[in-house]
């Protein structure tokens, strides 16, 4: 009796702890996927084909797009796979990406390519591959490569074609606004460059501007010049404090959060350091040259950066807008023979045409506005590209249906 009753409670023990299946849902080696859908393996999913070698000097003129591991790299005259079509990275950086193609194409040796669909649709077949990791599955060792052998054991969920149509479309309609935002982006950067070239230059003068300006050097219209430094890596009381310390690499990206380190006040004291104030234009005289940052906080530089401290006839932000236009012209100044730098005396003497401090100011601002409205763009963007991963996760998965038509 009371081993049947013990026999009892164990069952129900083990009942509750099993994981409960949703209604519409099983369970496979995939995991959870809807009823409708198939479990199987990648290998039964879409056939794979490594891509055929074409050298740049075999290749002929033609409107054949030649489809590699990084997408489409160029034209020949001669199809070997018929559009729609699918090819996957085989190797290097952009080992395991998946790329489309809607026409016929020559599928290059860098890729595998489908060359039997299984009646799956070519644009779910697309999504379906880009959405799986096949970083876990590399068959080369240090050098990342792809086998067909390796991933066809990939065990996959897999809806009927009618579904996959629907969430390929919902799929493509996001990509579409991703696209089109890109696009508006690219050309509003395009009409800033052209408005840089034009008013940065004095070729075009805003309403109400007319008088001459003034050639002069960067270091004539400076105050002072600062520079900075690194405290001791040796002492740890001098790092991982709450004040933010940047570098090259840092400025390079124009990042004031991303990989910027901090240091502690006895760090700042204790080394060539300064803490530079929010608002103060800083640029580089090693690396990176010809970049130019303004930060909303107060920063400390290492040794390779300079804060610019302007005088009261110079627009900090019109100077910083000069600089991105000069860019390339400050670059090419640059002397070293491992690394690119420029001396104080050489960053002093740039020349500087200067207008009045009213246009300078007029002309800051236009940029400005042009850099909120690319800055809320590209913050839609982000939106967009965070609503297309979540998507290709719930759609790709069957966690979230679409409703039939």
């Not at 995939?30 to 009823?35: A, K, R, S």
């Not at 740890?236 to 310390?245: D, L, Q, R």
């Not at 300078?360 to 913050?379: F, N």
Request: charged residues 25%; aromatic residues 10%.
């Amino acid at each position: 009796m009371v081993t049947e009753m013990a026999a009892r409670v164990t069952e129900k023990r083990y009942a509750a702890a099993e994981p409960r299946i949703p209604g519409g849902y099983k369970q496979t080696e995939v995991g959870l996927i809807p009823e409708e859908w198939e479990a199987m393996k990648l290998g039964d999913f879409v056939s794979l084909q490594r891509g055929h070698d074409l050298t740049w000097r075999d290749r002929r003129e033609g409107n054949v797009p030649v489809m590699g591991s990084a997408g489409q790299n160029g034209f020949h005259n001669t199809a070997l796979a018929k559009g729609p079509g699918v090819v996957l990275g085989r190797s290097g950086a952009s080992f395991g990406q998946a790329h489309y193609c809607e026409i016929d194409f020559w599928p290059h040796n860098t890729a595998l390519y489908v060359t039997d669909f299984r009646g799956n649709d070519p644009l779910f077949v697309f999504y379906f591959l880009r959405f799986i990791d096949f970083t876990r599955h590399n068959s080369g060792g240090a050098q990342q490569s792809l086998n067909r052998n390796f991933i066809y054991p990939i065990p996959v969920g897999v809806p009927r074609p009618p579904e996959q149509r629907a969430i390929a479309g919902a799929l493509r309609d996001v990509d579409k606004l991703v696209g089109g935002l890109e696009k508006f982006i690219a050309k509003k950067r395009q009409i800033k460059q052209g408005a840089m070239q034009e008013l940065l230059t004095g070729k075009k003068r805003l309403p109400g501007f007319s008088e001459d300006w003034e050639e002069t050097t960067l270091g004539a219209v400076t105050e002072r010049i600062v520079g900075g430094g690194t405290p001791s890596r040796s002492i740890p009381s001098y790092w991982n404090g709450t004040i933010p310390w940047m570098t090259v690499k840092d400025f390079a990206s124009h990042s004031p959060t991303g990989t910027l380190e901090f240091i502690t006040r006895d760090g700042l004291r204790n080394s060539a350091s300064n803490l530079i104030p929010r608002q103060t234009l800083i640029t580089s005289t090693r690396m990176a040259l010809g970049k130019a940052v303004i930060f909303e906080v107060d920063v400390c530089i290492n040794q390779d950066l300079k804060a610019i401290f302007l005088r009261g006839d110079t627009d900090t932000r019109f100077l910083y807008y000069w600089f991105q236009f000069n860019e390339r012209r400050i670059a090419e100044m640059g002397s070293g023979s491992t690394v690119m730098g420029i001396s104080l005396g050489e960053l002093r003497a740039i020349m500087f045409t200067k207008p009045s401090y009213a246009e300078q100011t007029a002309i800051a601002t236009v940029y400005s506005d042009m850099d909120t409205e690319i800055a809320a763009l590209e913050a839609k963007l982000a939106k967009a590209q965070q609503l297309k991963q979540g998507m290709m996760q719930e759609l790709l998965t069957g966690k979230v249906r679409l409703r039939r038509p």
